[in-house]
């Protein structure tokens, strides 16, 4: 388990770095994969099927689709790619450094002593750094990966202190997630047709 | 009971399935109409029902006093914004290049976004409540981008995005709340409200504590509190108008349903006292906040949205102060904000339409030119301002009352202070609109017939609950009162 919980620092850590969106959308699909394995692990510990069914439908939603129909959308978007983000690559490293120095001091201290305190500070650091990507990115495909690898966080959450919610809530999660995705992709598409790109900075004729 | 619920669900479905099989558009307005009178009457039915034989659940459905009365709520709402839509629409989507397909769209997606309200009130379990609102925002921002001009693109993503982060919050919460329950070692379906409210007093405190935080941030964003506001006013201004009432009316009442929910839970392992500031602290700072943005405003429907985001913090500051009292003002304001602001919206739809600009300076001398509309969006203007004797006015005097009574003396005065700066910038507007002689062309469309029903309908409610509720309105708002308060 520990050794999903590092890739998936990882790889979250990967996506403050990147510009180019179609290794951004790989690295969201390994991302997911790994999520997947770590179901399956517990699934292994505790031999309930729930956990199998479970891992079948990440696999399913959110290493297959979700990938594919972003890397469909990225096809279209030629020649975009992340430039002049709110912070340079380096500083948001940084900043996903401060996420989760920040997670494991929160948890210490508002829980101490609590029962599988890595998975719990580094899901809350993931889940932070998704937020990071959303807030510091332009692109909008960057900014639907962001909220994605959020939402890996809190999946990581649930496996590690409740051994995952209910299958109907989970399944509930699952379709949401797949619509979500499917909502903002089409809106990433509108907005290449009127503004002839997808950076959401653009995007400023409602103030006030 | 139970069928009936299940029916208020599938029946919205069926409509929608229906409409999606349909070619004549006159076609789809009857059978969206007649789902929708289907839908609010079996509703209605539900509430009769509870306030007659009391709370019903099986497996994952439940209802108690507390649904009923924001079942109540959709049943009215969604009938007038059905209603509204007709004539509305169709001159909507005029310019559109195929509008035929642009209508079906738009009932299509109304009738699923009703489906999604409807679902967030009868589950039992606070997952899969989580679930349902994060489908009113998937669901309601399509109807938000329905135009797809570049504003209506704007408003849509920083919905999705901006209410999907927060609610994500929520989520946390919510895994955390689960925890907490696991923690304890008592019996209990996974997250179950009837469990959580029974094992309450027995929940770590310091887990509750941090769960309750991001609940409150979470499906704060979706209320609308300040500072996690910043996309309301955007998705309520650019919404078509019978839509931008039931987000503003109903789907913002759905979310403090959820929150209502949370609290009755917490109420019983956390401090009171923590309760009441986090919650008076950030309904006073949401009114506060949108006060400037009241008082220099630009856009007829972003004044509307703003006023929603002051009324969210009214009733989350009400439900903060937590008496009997003061939780009873909080839903009869739920009640009331909701008829009076989706009737103003759907008469700044009108007054948009015929003016083709939402520019507060460009829409000049209503009443001259189309006296009905214009005395009628002054009178909505003066209910939602809280003018005596509709029923806002005795909502907030509620609250403020019960604000007093419960020792915050110096937030009670804040309130007044600040509901005094809010009319005085309401008014400023509205008297610009309605007054100011007449430029430009004559504007003389009559109003439909059924979008003035809506209106009428609206307006006669709003006025009637100033001075008289049905008695089993009146029973279910105080049984529902006593749950939020832990009875």
Not at chain 2, 380 to 387: D, K, M, N, P
Request: aromatic share 10%; charged share 10%; with cysteine.
């Amino acid at each position: 388990m520990s050794l999903m919980i590092i890739l998936l620092m990882f790889t979250a850590f990967l996506l403050t770095r990147v510009t180019n969106l179609r290794t951004a959308v790989s690295i969201l699909l390994v991302q997911s994969v790994v999520v997947a394995f770590s179901c399956l692990v517990v699934g292994l510990e505790t031999g309930k099927t729930h956990y199998f069914i479970a891992a079948l439908l990440t696999v399913f939603i959110k290493a297959v689709i979700i990938p594919y129909a972003l890397f469909r959308i990225v096809g279209r978007l030629k020649r975009e790619k992340e430039t002049d983000s709110f912070l340079s690559p380096n500083l948001s490293s940084l900043a996903a450094v401060a996420a989760t120095a920040v997670a494991y001091g929160f948890i210490d201290r508002a829980l101490p002593g609590i029962i599988s305190r890595d998975a719990l500070a580094a899901a809350v650091a993931i889940v932070l750094i998704g937020l990071q990507i959303i807030m510091i990115r332009r692109q909008a495909v960057l900014q639907i990966i962001g909220l994605n690898t959020m939402e890996n966080g809190l999946y990581l959450l649930g496996l590690s202190v409740t051994k995952g919610l209910p299958l109907i809530i989970e399944l509930g999660i699952f379709v949401d997630i797949l619509v979500a995705v499917a909502i903002l992709g089409l809106l990433t598409y509108r907005l290449k047709l009127s503004y002839l790109s997808t950076d959401t900075t653009l995007m400023q004729k409602l103030k006030g | 009971m139970i069928p009936l619920i299940v029916a208020a669900l599938i029946i919205p479905l069926l409509t929608a399935a229906f409409i999606l099989f349909a070619r004549a558009r006159i076609v789809i307005k009857r059978i969206h109409m007649a789902g929708s009178i289907i839908t609010s009457t079996v509703l209605l039915t539900l509430t009769y029902g509870i306030y007659l034989s009391g709370p019903v659940g099986q497996g994952l459905l439940y209802m108690d006093h507390l649904s009923a009365v924001l079942v109540t709520l959709i049943a009215i709402l969604t009938f007038t914004a059905a209603l509204f839509s007709l004539s509305y629409m169709d001159k909507e989507v005029a310019h559109e290049p195929s509008p035929g397909k642009a209508v079906k769209r738009y009932y299509i997606l109304f009738q699923i976004f009703t489906f999604t309200m409807i679902s967030v009130l009868v589950v039992e379990n606070l997952g899969l409540m989580w679930v349902a609102v994060e489908a009113t925002t998937l669901a309601s921002a399509l109807l938000v981008a329905f135009s797809f001009s570049r504003a209506a693109i704007e408003a849509a993503w920083k919905y999705v995005m901006v209410c999907t982060v927060g609610i994500c919050l929520a989520l946390l919460g919510t895994i955390l709340l689960y925890f907490a329950q696991l923690s304890t070692g008592l019996e209990g379906e996974a997250l179950s409200w009837l469990a959580l409210k029974a094992i309450g007093g027995k929940l770590d405190p310091s887990m509750v504590k941090i769960a309750f935080i991001f609940i409150i941030i979470g499906y704060g964003t979706k209320v609308g509190l300040a500072p996690m506001h910043t996309w309301l006013p955007d998705a309520h201004s650019q919404a078509p108008s019978p839509v931008s009432g039931l987000l503003s009316g109903a789907l913002l009442s759905c979310a403090l349903y959820v929150m209502m929910r949370n609290i009755a839970i917490v109420r019983d392992s956390l401090a009171f006292d923590f309760i009441q500031q986090l919650l008076v602290g950030l309904g006073l700072f949401s009114v506060m906040l949108v006060v400037p943005f009241l008082l220099v405003q630009h856009d007829v429907k972003r004044l509307l949205a703003y006023s929603s985001v002051e009324h969210m913090g009214i009733i989350t500051l009400a439900l903060g102060i937590g008496t009997p009292l003061a939780v009873y003002g909080a839903l009869l304001h739920i009640f009331n904000h909701a008829i009076a602001k989706s009737g103003l919206f759907y008469l700044a739809g009108i007054i948009t339409q015929e003016y083709r600009t939402k520019q507060i300076m460009r829409i000049r001398g209503i009443l001259a030119q189309m006296p009905r509309l214009g005395s009628l969006f002054l009178v909505f203007v003066l209910i939602i301002t809280g003018a005596p004797p509709f029923g806002i006015f005795f909502s907030k005097f509620i609250i403020t009352w019960a604000a007093f009574a419960g020792g915050f003396t110096l937030v009670g005065t804040a309130l007044l202070v600040l509901l005094g700066a809010v009319f005085a910038g309401m008014m400023h507007y509205s008297f610009q609109m309605v007054f100011s002689s007449q430029t430009g062309t004559e504007h003389t469309t009559p109003m439909g017939a059924g979008a003035a029903t809506a209106v009428i309908v609206s307006l006669l409610l709003i006025t009637i609950s100033g001075f008289y509720l049905p008695d089993a309105l009146e029973t279910v708002l105080h049984q529902a009162a006593t749950i939020v308060t832990g009875g």
